[in-house]
């Protein structure tokens, strides 16, 4: 199974603040077919299902209908990382990575973002 | 715009199946381009795969090794849904269970709280 690990667990951020969050996988996740990183980032809050924020396009990351463009991904090979840019109330939440090269599809731990 | 409607009962008791279902709208179960996933989430296992069916000019499963044996994951296209049935269930299945589409997952279902307890 594909490893996914994410970095910090939590971490608070000034209103206006970057977030930062990092995911490694454990193998290459690079649809060379395509140039896709199979790397996905989910925004998940208090009892509800994750919302898809942004996934792997080719040679880039792009963020799904409807998200702001404060969020962002990069990364390639093992590591990657989503930011999140002027933070806002409305971001607190746990986020999470997810490799979607193989099955078993796996996320990662999840990373909760909190208001310092 | 797709939406995924879960149904399916919450409260089992140990050796019980969990079956639940998951009806479509705003695509096709039998889509030659998407997927049809089972994903459970508990503080334990956090986000959990179980499976998946999908159709490239057959029907194809694929299931976690977690659960392979206990897992069946069933499409219906004359009722456009796909259902879940997980055999002999213990207290280490309680969680919430959501169905969801594609590779990276852009539609989830509401989820349902399965509660394993004698």
């Known amino acids: 199974d594909i490893v996914m690990t994410q970095s910090p667990d939590s971490l608070a951020v000034s209103l206006g603040g970057r977030a930062t969050i990092n995911c490694k996988s454990s193998q290459t996740i690079l649809f060379t077919s395509n140039n896709r990183e199979s790397l996905a980032w989910y925004q998940q809050k208090p009892g509800q299902p994750p919302r898809l924020l942004i996934y792997?396009?080719?040679?880039?990351?792009t963020r799904d209908s409807g998200v702001p463009d404060r969020f962002s991904g990069s990364g390639s090979g093992t590591d990657f990382t989503l930011t999140i840019n002027t933070l806002q109330t409305e971001d607190v939440a746990v986020y999470y990575c997810q490799q979607y090269y193989a099955v078993p599809l796996t996320f990662g731990g999840g990373t909760r973002v909190e208001i310092k | 715009q797709v939406h995924l409607q879960q149904s399916g009962p919450g409260l089992l008791k140990p050796s019980q199946t969990l079956s639940l279902t998951c009806a479509i709208s705003?695509?096709?179960?039998?889509?030659?381009?998407?997927?049809w996933n089972w994903i459970r989430q508990s503080p334990s296992r956090g986000l959990e795969w179980l499976g998946r069916?999908?159709?490239?000019?057959?029907?194809?499963?694929d299931y976690a090794v977690s659960v392979k044996g206990r897992i069946t994951i069933s499409p219906d296209t004359s009722k456009n849904q796909f259902s879940l049935q997980l055999n002999s269930v213990t207290p280490e299945d309680t969680a919430v269970y959501y169905c969801?589409?594609?590779?990276?997952?852009?539609?989830w279902g509401q989820g349902t709280l399965v509660t394993v307890s004698s």
């Open positions: 705003g695509d096709s179960v039998s889509s030659n381009t998407d997927a």
């Open positions: 069916t999908y159709y490239r000019s057959e029907w194809h499963n």
């Open positions: 792997g396009a080719s040679g880039a990351f």
């Open positions: 969801a589409r594609g590779w990276a997952i852009s539609n």
